[in-house]
């Protein structure tokens, strides 16, 4: 009892205010910046849902980081109104982040695609395409890949950094369609005939367009053949109708009419040798 009767309780007085009064101000930070930060969060995300031309995966993504960044900044605040050296912990942090950076260079390169993908939009959920050397329709487009369906239902998932920077075909960008397909015949048969064929079959098909007209002509004066390139137009979602079922419908009508689509022919010539 002597002992605590000889300290001087108003000695630290000063101390306990300085530090109620830092705990204070840094539950304020931290509430403040908080708020903040989800403010700043649902605002870009605002931003991207205010626009039908921007993706809103990218502004989540965004908006997301943005208050990660934030929220270390508050953190550092924090630190920093109890005396803890914040200058240290910044460049501890940066070297860190240089390290992770280093470590995932290949998914901060699908990082990167992702992000120029779902900015610049060359494809979206819905459209076929054909890009990394895949086909399919698009099922999903996120940060770091894109996932396709193809025809036999097979799932892809492409790594964002293959499809950016290559050559992306998008067979749904535009509402109608031109489909090419070529059709030889031989040289003894009469082309207008030919044609007045091919634009039979073309018309009575219930799903290819008026207009723009077909075109239908001679394209190429093979070896053995005479090529035409006949390109019916159609709205986009009947365009692989029309490819897989048109050719046979021509060529039923070309046999029906007597037109000879000629074939490679080998002949080969025996020669009885006798000995002298």
Request: hydrophobic fraction near 50%.
């Amino acid at each position: 009892m002597d002992s605590l009767q000889g300290i001087d309780v108003n000695a630290y007085i000063p101390s306990a205010i300085t530090w109620a009064t830092n705990i204070l101000l840094a539950i304020v930070i931290l509430l403040v910046g908080l708020w903040f930060a989800g403010k700043v969060r649902n605002l870009i995300i605002k931003i991207g849902a205010r626009y039908a031309h921007l993706d809103d995966t990218l502004f989540r993504f965004f908006g997301s980081f943005a208050r990660y960044i934030i929220l270390a900044f508050v953190f550092i605040a924090v630190l920093n109104r109890f005396g803890v050296q914040t200058a240290s912990i910044v460049a501890l942090l940066g070297a860190a982040g240089l390290a992770v950076g280093l470590a995932l260079q290949g998914a901060m390169s699908n990082l990167a695609a992702g992000v120029m993908l779902l900015i610049f939009r060359p494809y979206k959920v819905g459209d076929f395409i054909d890009a990394a050397g895949c086909f399919g329709n698009v099922l999903e487009v996120d940060m770091f890949t894109t996932i396709l369906q193809t025809f036999d239902n097979q799932q892809i998932i492409i790594p964002n950094s293959q499809i950016w920077g290559q050559k992306i075909i998008n067979h749904s960008h535009f509402d109608i369609r031109g489909v090419d397909m070529h059709f030889g015949v031989a040289y003894g048969e009469n082309t207008d005939k030919v044609r007045e064929v091919i634009e039979s079959v073309i018309n009575n098909h219930p799903h290819i367009l008026k207009d723009p007209a077909p075109f239908i002509e001679v394209e190429t004066l093979n070896d053995s053949s005479v090529d035409f390139l006949v390109r019916p137009f159609c709205k986009g979602e009947h365009y692989f109708d029309i490819l897989y079922s048109v050719p046979e419908q021509i060529k039923k009508a070309l046999d029906a009419a007597n037109i000879e689509i000629p074939f490679p022919h080998r002949k080969v010539i025996m020669v009885n040798e006798t000995n002298a």
